[in-house]
């Protein structure tokens, strides 16, 4: 299926937008910039909204997931809104017992450790991700001109909370079971493909004008780790949008080591965290478009601090064929909204000489 003729990028809302242009790597009136987790605990009237209710059925109620998406898109002024959701929704929605534990993240109600536990894991079907679905239509209505980026967490990532049963510290049980029994393992890459494609798929046919796929912990392995045993369940997830034209995002952190690879592996644009400036991630993926790479730690500094690492980001960021604007991971929950709208009012300025890249 190919897009439909009302899909914004098709009828023409969101394909001039500045972030649609950047990520396709043509000139663009200023730098786009968004935040990852910019839809979150730094926003007063998230926590307020929340209140103490769960997080997923927050993800599975569609004013909610749609209303919080929108939120840093009145308030900052970014150009792009990121779909409210989690890696874990579709788990959930295949029948996975896995919960959000404020704080802490997804725990898994029984860990997927042996080959049979990664046999019986049951299939998505489809039809189950109607909430995401009308979430991300009721989006893109409300959103007009500013394109919404869907998102889906790579296989490695997703495998890391099912092998470990929750957050760990460097992913050991899941490198642990990437040795010991290598077939089991792909058979979970394979498992967490299809049910991140499957919710990728689901939001880009909904109205998303772009889409991103988080490998947060691509970082824990060995380049050769990750070339060999990862990397093609990574493609596979972003061949569930075949058929399907909009620009593809890799992030990862930690992915300093592997960034040349990751054109060969369905990205279109990658992003880079703040271990790596951004001149010398253009070095390793010459003519590539570059996302990122403000330091998340230094968003609590004074505003000259802040100022000045934004403009060092934006001077790098000139090596690449394009620059999308972003941090080099999420938003920290402390961080002060008021340091992101300057942000983005700074990025705009400074950049909005009508011949930036
Ligand atoms: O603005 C956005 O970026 C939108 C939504 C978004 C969330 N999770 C909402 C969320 C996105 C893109 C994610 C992706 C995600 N979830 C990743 C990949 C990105 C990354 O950070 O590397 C990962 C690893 C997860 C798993 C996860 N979910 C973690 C580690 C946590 C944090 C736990 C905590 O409380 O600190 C979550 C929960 C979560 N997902 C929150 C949000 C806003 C916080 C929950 C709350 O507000 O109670």
Redesign the pocket.
Known sequence: MTLPPTHPLVDGRTSDAALVRAYRGSLTPHVPVW???????SLPE?REL?AGGD?LAA?LDPATASEI?LQ?VRRHGVDAA???????VPVLLAGVDVR???????VLGTPVRTARDIADLPELDPADLAPVRDAVERTVDALGATPLVA?A?APF?LAS?LVEGG?SKDQLRARALAVADPDAFAALLAWCARTSGAFLRAQVEAGASAA?V?D??AGSLSRESWRTQVARHTARTFAALDGLDVPTVH?G?GTGPILDLLPHFGAGVVGVDWRTPLDEAARAVPGWPLQGNVDPAVLGAPWPVIEAHVLDVLERGRAASAHVLNLG???P?ETDPEVLTRIVRLVHEVTATGAST
């Open positions: 935040f990852m987790r910019q839809a979150g605990r998230y929340r997080m993800c998406t840093p990121i779909f409210f959701s989690d890696i874990v959000i534990v404020p704080g802490r993240g997804p998102f967490g990532t909370y957050p991103q988080f947060s912990w992030f952190t991971h999420g938003v929950p």
